[in-house]
């Protein structure tokens, strides 16, 4: 309320601005005659000038002499040709300019705010952020400190190891592959230390295995055959180079081999999915063994009933990538793209405070087609 | 709120810059004084909201207010004060504010101070700044808005520039608009004149110092850029012919044309029709610098976002007021009252000599810096036209200007006598030719020109104090008088004398610089020692330290001379995190005017650090010869008594030399 406030109360200062000078009505036809006449009063003040400039002996007689000669030649000149036009008071004028002070500067100013401006989002400076603006703040800290650290004592491998997956959830990729590096010439050659590394570069790369990276995960697999970590990505290295069929078998195996509770368990079928080679069990067997029985639009209006919770609950809670993932691709199947694109917008809203999260889902955005 | 505020602020200038340039207009042609009063308060009106809407930018950057969309993608939280209130105009939005709050502070000067003005004049010269005031607002709000929001504020900023972190942008940038933006006064009076159809004693009186106070800034603002670049970029050059800094130099070059042409117009009622086009051409020039700056066509340190539908908008602005503005010209210059007529050998002659070089000088930097963007565009055929066409074209043009200079002073107005002058002048060449004898005789290496060009130097000075001799009668009369006379004589003549001799410093500067400059690059350990012009440089190590928002390397050198210890030199090498980028600071040792520069490179493998060493000597002649300028320029600035040159009369001569 107080915005407008002051919106209204800038406008009327700048429609007064305008309105002052034609409230003052005839009297400034005298500045008219007088300043019609500037060209004479210029050369008058010239004469004046070289008479002070004689009385202080800062120039001589007969150049002061020349001055006056050429002064009054302009002088003469001016005053031949200046015929004062009689100034006027144009009342219809004036209240045309009034009215479009009155009507026109606030047409305009609005009309040009309103569709840029955003006029209900309220100011937010740093110092009223809330919390969880310190504690990234504090985490970004902490980062400098065991840097500062990692500068005197380069050979502390477990210091290297503790900053690399921050490095890395923190968005710079590039000094995560470099504290990842040390953290294998310091603390030795391990598996999951490879497949990290490897990851930090694809991650660097935007998400592509690169050549670098794919080499690192090679050897995770020569040290460890069952690094899930490596198998994955070695996975998404054939899919990239085009080789669906491979990538297929490589997350097959993994998740003949994986534990049932396995956290990643869900991402590898998504991408085994991704590739055609396997089926997403998004609803339980039991629903769709019921779901057999019913008509077809019986059937549709279960899904739309399980869609609609799935997008009430993600309402609530924004944070679960998988969920809106399943929400847009659930739009997608029923056709609906404008939806579909909507709650896209909503999940990328939804975590774009969590840079980790950011790029899971837009990598799963991008296989799903929807791209930016 | 503030944010809002800002973003209606800017809204509402437009509105009422939209108002102040058809208002007046209708007045000055009903002859209604209240409508062209309009003009006056519109425009401080105006200046009062820009104002209003650029601080309040100022402010959203200092809180780190992320919400904005410019504060986050050019500000830190980290970052220190200074550069949060700099990083403003760090970036094209911020930037853009800043030029119109300048033209607004501008046209507000004029509305405040313009008293004497006639009143259809004023109302002109105001209608038309409302013009350019509403293109460039318009500009900002459609495609390049500061006050855009983010509806998810981030929790931190993307940093500015590392380059641009320095105390450099603080001044470089605010100097440089208040001179480009400071020529569209003179270039609002010249098309208020057109309009008008008439040019009087009024208008010349005025247009001169407005000039002078934009050629000042400017002056200043581009030898700051280029002690900046010199500086900051790590190469240790000043001048690189790059088609940002041609842009302003082209300005300069048509502004000082344009200043002397004012002066001819002030005092002698000529050059008039002339006057009127060097002043939109100069505003021009500037308007095409913007172009150039901002649409994306060249890629440099300046070069902000290359989004093309700026370049559009951009480009469309100056075919509006550069096509609109001449065509104006063509059809109206005829009907304006030609001034006095002169000799060709007098002081307006060697003034039109000097508009002549100096207009020849811009077309050869303006075709040095379109010719290859038009090849590139039209032939699909990269070039670069860098120093060797400019000292084949530019430098015999400029050699030849400084050649005339100190005759200029020297001539008297309406008719002058070149034979006296000379006599007059033949102290400075005698000095000039010792000057070229004693560096031939001393200096080893380099060209054969530069002992000449240093003697030009000399004369360029020795020319400016013959000046000053004549007038106060040094010499030739007691102390006392030349005393009187000294302080009797116009600060003007002071300032001329000042800016003049300021030239000769600058080219001694240039000249010695490029010519004896001496250079050392190697890959340096620990307790290396380089040897450069005399001086010894132990490198004693490399130390790490953490900035507010960057990581800092360190290099120490102990410098000496002879054995004996002069001074530690620490450059450095900065990493910024955000911007994932770094930055050289090197470290320059000044002994006189000649500086040590060392700047570093990478550290390779085996912990050595690869290092650039320049000695330069006398390089700091190169900025203290435009800062002498523009002091000169405040000088004749300060004095503002009415100017009238009359002719000497031809008796008077022998008696005695008038101070004036």
Redesign the interface.
């Known amino acids: 309320m107080t915005l407008w406030f002051v919106f209204a109360l800038m406008t009327v200062a700048a429609i007064f601005a305008v309105l002052w000078p034609l409230g003052r009505g005839s009297g400034g036809s005298d500045d008219v005659a007088g300043s019609q006449a500037g060209e004479v009063a210029v050369y008058k003040d010239q004469l004046a000038e070289v008479e002070r400039d004689l009385a202080a002996a800062r120039i001589a007689a007969p150049e002061a002499d020349a001055a006056r000669v050429e002064i009054g030649r302009r002088l003469l000149a001016a005053a031949a040709d200046s015929d004062v036009p009689a100034a006027k008071t144009s009342v219809t004028w004036r209240r045309a300019a009034a009215v479009l002070a009155l009507l026109g500067l606030p047409l305009v100013a609005i009309g040009v705010y309103m569709p840029l401006g955003s006029p209900l989002l309220r100011d937010f400076p740093l110092a009223q952020r809330e919390r969880g603006a310190n504690m990234t703040q504090s985490l970004e800290n902490l980062v400098v400190q065991v840097e500062q650290h990692l500068e005197k004592n380069p050979a502390d491998g477990r210091g290297w190891s503790v900053l690399a997956p921050v490095l890395e959830r923190l968005g710079r990729f590039d000094e995560a592959v470099r504290a990842y590096r040390n953290a294998l010439t310091y603390n030795g050659e391990s598996a999951e230390r490879r497949s990290d590394l490897g990851e930090a570069i694809s991650a660097a790369a935007s998400g592509v295995v690169t050549a670098e990276a794919k080499a690192e995960f090679e050897r995770a697999h020569a040290l460890n055959a069952d690094d899930p970590k490596a198998n994955y990505f070695l996975g998404l290295a054939a899919e990239q180079d085009g080789r669906k069929d491979d990538a297929a078998a490589i997350w097959r195996a993994l998740l003949a081999k994986a534990p049932a509770d396995a956290p990643w368990r869900h991402l590898v079928q998504t991408s085994l999915v991704r590739v055609g080679g396997g089926t997403m069990p998004a609803l339980s067997d039991e629903t769709i063994a019921a779901s057999k029985d019913m008509n077809e639009g019986d059937r549709n209006a279960m899904v739309r009933g399980m869609v609609e919770r799935l997008a009430s609950r993600l309402k609530q809670n924004g944070g679960d990538v998988d969920g809106w993932l399943r929400l847009v691709r659930a739009y997608l199947v029923m056709g609906e793209r404008d939806k579909a694109m909507g709650a896209s917008t909503d999940a990328r809203q939804a975590v774009a405070n969590d840079a980790e999260r950011l790029r899971q889902l837009n990598e799963g955005l991008k296989t799903l087609g929807l791209d930016g | 709120?503030?944010?809002?505020?800002g973003?209606?602020?800017l809204?509402?200038a437009?509105?009422?810059a939209?108002?102040q340039s058809v208002?007046p207009l209708?007045?000055a042609r009903?002859?209604?004084?209240?409508?062209?009063?309009?003009a006056?308060?519109?425009a401080?009106?105006q200046l009062?909201?820009v104002g209003a809407s650029f601080t309040a930018l100022v402010m959203?950057h200092v809180?780190?207010?992320?919400?904005v969309a410019n504060v986050y993608e050019n500000s830190h939280?980290m970052k220190p004060l200074i550069y949060k209130i700099t990083g403003v105009w760090g970036n094209h939005e911020g930037s853009m504010l800043l030029w119109v709050s300048i033209l607004a502070l501008f046209g507000g000067m004029v509305a405040a101070f313009g008293n004497?003005?006639?009143?259809?004049?004023r109302a002109h010269v105001l209608a038309v700044q409302a013009w350019i005031a509403s293109a460039f607002y318009l500009f900002i709000?459609v495609t390049s808005?500061p006050?855009?929001?983010i509806?998810?504020?981030?929790?931190?900023g993307r940093d500015l520039n590392p380059v641009l972190q320095d105390i450099g942008l603080a001044v470089h940038p605010p100097m440089l608009y208040l001179g480009y933006v400071g020529f569209s006064i003179s270039f609002s009076f010249a098309v208020a004149a057109l309009m008008e159809g008439r040019i009087?004693?009024?208008w010349a009186?005025w247009v001169r110092p407005w000039t002078l106070v934009a050629w000042i800034f400017l002056t200043l603002g581009i030898a700051m850029g280029s002690y900046w670049a010199y500086y900051e970029l790590g190469w240790g050059g000043w001048w690189f012919w790059d088609p940002v800094e041609n842009a302003s130099l082209m300005p300069w070059l048509a502004g000082t044309a344009l200043l002397h042409s004012a002066l001819v117009m002030e005092k002698r009622?000529a050059l008039k029709v002339w006057t009127i086009l060097l002043s939109i051409l100069t505003f021009s020039l500037s308007l095409l610098g913007t172009f150039l700056v901002r649409s994306g066509v060249i890629t440099s340190v300046h070069a902000f976002a290359t989004d093309p539908t700026r370049g559009v908008f951009i480009l469309l602005i100056l075919c509006l007021f550069i096509g609109g503005s001449l065509s104006l010209f063509a059809g109206r210059a005829t009907a304006l009252k030609q001034g006095g007529l002169f000799a060709p050998i007098s002081r307006e002659g060697a003034l039109v000599l000097n508009n002549l070089l100096l207009t020849v000088a811009c077309a050869v930097v303006l075709f040095g810096t379109l010719y290859p963007l038009a090849m590139e565009v039209l032939a699909d055929f990269k070039m670069s036209v860098g120093a060797p066409f400019y000292n084949l074209t530019f430098a015999p043009l400029f050699a030849l200007l400084l050649l005339a200079v100190p005759f200029g002073p020297l001539l008297a107005w309406k008719r002058g006598d070149l034979l006296g002058v000379t006599q007059r002048l033949l102290a400075a060449g005698v000095a000039g030719l010792i000057a070229v004898a004693i560096v031939w005789g001393w200096a080893h290496g380099g060209s054969t020109l530069a002992p000449l060009a240093i003697g030009l130097g000399i004369f360029v000075i020795a020319g400016a104090v013959t000046d000053l001799v004549e007038r106060t009668g040094l010499v030739r009369l007691p102390f006392a008088t030349v005393l009187q006379r000294a302080r009797?004589l116009?600060r003007s003549a002071w300032g001329t004398a000042f800016a003049h001799a300021g030239l000769g410093v600058a080219l001694i500067g240039i000249v010695c610089e490029t010519t004896w400059n001496s250079e050392y690059v190697a890959t340096m350990k620990q307790n290396d020692v380089a040897h450069v012009a005399g001086y010894e440089l132990k490198l004693d190590g490399l130390f790490?330290r953490?900035g507010p928002n960057f990581?800092e390397m360190i290099a120490e050198f102990n410098v000496s001379r002879n054995g004996e210890p002069v001074s530690v030199m620490t450059p450095s090498k900065r990493s910024f995190?955000t911007r994932?980028s770094s930055t050289t600071e090197a470290a320059l040792l000044t002994r006189g005017a000649s500086q040590l520069y060392v700047s570093l490179g990478d550290v390779t493998n085996e912990g050595a650090i690869a290092v650039r060493i320049y000695h330069k000597p006398l390089v700091l002649l190169i900025w203290w010869g435009p800062v002498l300028m523009a002091f000169g320029g405040m000088l004749s600035l300060s004095d503002r008594?009415?100017r009238?040159g009359?002719?000497?009369?031809a008796?008077?001569k022998q008696?005695?030399q008038?101070?004036?």
């Not at chain 2, 004497?116 to 004049?121: D, E, I, Q, V």
């Open positions: 709120m503030i944010a809002e505020s973003h209606y602020a809204v509402l437009l509105a009422l939209l108002i208002v209708v007045g009903l002859n209604d004084a209240a409508l062209m009063n309009v006056r308060s519109a401080l009106a009062l909201f959203l809180t780190s207010d992320f919400s939280s004497n003005l006639p009143l259809s004049l709000l808005n006050f855009l929001r509806l998810n504020p981030p929790i931190e009087d004693a009024a009186r009622n009797g116009p790490q953490q990581r995190t994932g008594r009415l009238v009359a002719p000497k009369p008796r008077a008696r005695l008038p101070a004036e």
